[in-house]
């Protein structure tokens, strides 16, 4: 069987560029400035395009042939977040929660949970979300309070999480809870991935109203008696979180590719803009102080493309990048929040209008430095690899 763990031959400039173009290409189509306006200004999750990226082969890349999938190697997911970041990060944040789930359900299902799941998530028809956050904590994980009881043959879960992308459109929700109590002395023990199908009455989902990421359907969820079979955990019982470790590189690395479409999107705006907007007789591009900020950002835009790409690659042949993935992740999210924050000042009035897009970009920017890990606790993952001793 074909599983998303396999190495592939790395895929060549061209084959990557044959990807990107045609997703370019049906963006240009179906995902135009005026209609990513709209979307974030009405707060809706683009449901129906899920099933056209389906159709272009995009949302199964990386799940095996037998469930809808082409097993592509990872670097042509990563090839599309960078393209759904540069049109639209809200729709990039909805992929990479899919990416996500498609990966863990991969490595970590069962047959019965694989063949049930992965066909929906390919064919863009069923979407996923990831529960984990809570209002008390995010960074902390091991210090969730949703419980899971299991009794009658079942699970009970009551508790609550908090900015759960999709979760409102999803038709299962990934859920972890506290279904054991910690053993050895570690809170991480004890908990578990579970299964949960959304729609039930025990199931309350509210839509939060976001300043960023307007259209990823960001959610809180509220657990009253929710139910699960008992067959419905990923995995082992009270292992969830050590599970979940294991596909953490691949989340980081999905959002640094993110950030540099964000950023990518919101340097070439302003550069755009420098070489048309005249000031003094002459285009404000003519400027040193214009010129040095985009010079700046290009560097570091330059810089975090190649820490994404040595992060990818190290993944995508089975190596261990954990460094790698937290340097390219921290890299990359910097590079956006300073890239669209200058893009603005180039801009000046005109970027704080709605017709211009810089002021999405950066508050779509915003969360490219604070999840799915922060910036910090990647500063944390840094240095403890770098030989200092763990500091959390
Ligand atoms: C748009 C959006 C979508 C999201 N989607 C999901 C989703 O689908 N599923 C999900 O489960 N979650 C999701 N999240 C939550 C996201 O993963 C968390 O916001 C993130 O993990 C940070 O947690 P927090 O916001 O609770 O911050 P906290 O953990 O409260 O951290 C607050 C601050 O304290 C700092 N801090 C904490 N601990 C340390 C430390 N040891 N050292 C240094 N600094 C520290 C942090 O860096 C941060 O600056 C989403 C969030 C957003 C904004």
């Known amino acids: 069987m074909t599983t998303i763990e396999e190495t592939t031959q790395a895929p060549t400039a061209e084959e990557i560029g044959l990807l990107r173009d045609s997703l370019r290409a049906w963006l240009d189509r ?15 999750v683009p449901v129906d395009l899920w099933r056209g990226l389906a159709e272009l082969g995009v949302t199964g890349l990386r ?20 393209e759904l970041g540069r049109r639209y990060a809200s729709m990039a944040a909805g992929y990479m929660v899919v990416s996500m789930a498609g990966k863990f359900v991969s490595m970590h299902g069962n047959d019965e949970q694989r063949q049930r799941l ?36 079942q699970w009970h879960l009551s508790g609550q999480k908090l900015y759960i992308t999709l979760a409102a459109d999803a038709k299962t929700l990934i859920v972890l809870a506290r279904t054991d109590e910690p053993t050895e002395g570690r809170n991480s023990n004890g908990l578990s991935l579970i299964l949960v199908p959304r729609d039930q009455p025990g199931v309350n989902v509210r839509r939060l109203k976001m300043a960023g990421l307007r259209a990823a359907g960001t959610t809180e969820i509220f657990f009253d008696d929710a139910l699960a079979p008992e067959d419905a955990i990923i995995g082992t019982r009270g292992k969830g979180l050590e599970a979940l ?31 048309q ?8 591009g003519t400027f040193q102080a214009v010129q040095h900020p985009l010079a700046q950002s290009y560097v570091e835009l330059a810089g975090a493309k190649h820490l994404n790409e040595e992060a990818a690659a190290i993944e995508a042949t089975g190596g261990n990048c954990v460094l790698e993935a937290a340097v390219a992740k921290h890299a990359a999210g910097e590079a956006a929040v300073n890239a669209t924050d200058r893009a603005l000042r180039i801009q000046a009035g005109y970027g704080l209008t709605e017709e211009s897009d810089l002021m999405r970009f950066h508050r779509d920017a915003r969360d490219m430095v604070s999840g799915p890990v922060s910036n910090e606790m990647a500063r944390n993952i840094i240095a403890e690899r770098c030989g200092l001793p763990r500091s959390y």
């Open 245 to 275: 470790l294991g596909t953490l590189n691949h989340e980081r690395i999905l959002q640094a590719y993110m950030a540099v479409g964000i950023a990518e999107a919101a340097w070439t705006d302003a550069r755009d803009y420098a070489l």
């Open 118 to 153: 992965l066909p929906g998530l390919a064919a863009g028809d069923a979407l996923i979300s990831f529960g984990l956050t809570e209002p008390d904590t995010g960074t902390d994980l091991a210090a969730i309070k949703t419980r899971a009881t299991l009794r009658d043959g």
């Open 30 to 44: 179906h995902l135009s400035r005026e209609r990513v306006r709209e979307l974030d200004e009405a707060r809706t």
């Open 63 to 82: 799940f095996g042939e037998e469930y809808g999938g082409s097993s592509a190697d990872v670097r042509y997911d990563y090839t599309v977040i960078e």
């Open 277 to 284: 907007r005249t000031a003094f007789g002459r285009p404000i």
